[in-house]
């Protein structure tokens, strides 16, 4: 294995489910890893590279799309690519996994209920009040993965242990190794 193997680190799940602090509590760990590390957040994405789109199935596939064309783009170049994305739909999902060598699907799996009691962003309470239409999970569907790679809990789980469990399975494929146990190119002889 060598750093320079890139992949894309897909999580997806309803909004609150922790798809954002996954991503940032795995990111700088892969890049204390030696990992380059890319993170493409939903939310930061549609402020530019989706800017306009909306919540339509048809805009939410245009972004999936985009997003995955990006993080395929960044993956083939060796980057360790971490997207943080409701990503609804299985199809949208499908696609970009048909495009990336290297495409980790991880299902960040808390309730809806567990969601709600959070509401991070406070969308919860306008979302179950009528007040925001297609709203994943409340007003707008979430096509669960049917085999994702990686199934975190967060209901039940602590952000270090979910991080763990991501850091866990990409070194049992191969896709990463703990700090220090690169290979180091450097200490390999020549060939005579
Ligand atoms: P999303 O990006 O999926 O919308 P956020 O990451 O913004 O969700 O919010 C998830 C919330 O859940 C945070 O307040 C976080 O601290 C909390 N949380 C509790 N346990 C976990 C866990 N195991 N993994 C991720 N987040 C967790």
Known sequence: MNVDNGFVLWLTG???????TIANAVAPRLAERGHRVEVLDGDEVRTNLCQG???SREDRDTNIARI???????????VAVVVAAI??????RDKVR???DDFVEVHVAAPVTTCAERDVKGLYAKALAGEIKNFTGVSDPYEEPLEPEI????ER?????SAEQVLAWLEARGLSLPAGEQLDLDAVPASR
């Open 68 to 78: 995955g064309y990006v993080a395929g783009k960044l993956a083939k170049h060796g």
């Open 98 to 100: 048909a495009s990336v």
């Open 157 to 161: 789980e602590s952000v270090e242990q």
């Open 151 to 154: 199934a975190l809990h967060t």
């Open 14 to 20: 309803l909004s609150g489910a922790g798809k954002s």
């Open 87 to 92: 990503s609804p739909y299985r199809e949208a």
């Open 53 to 55: 789109l909306g919540f």
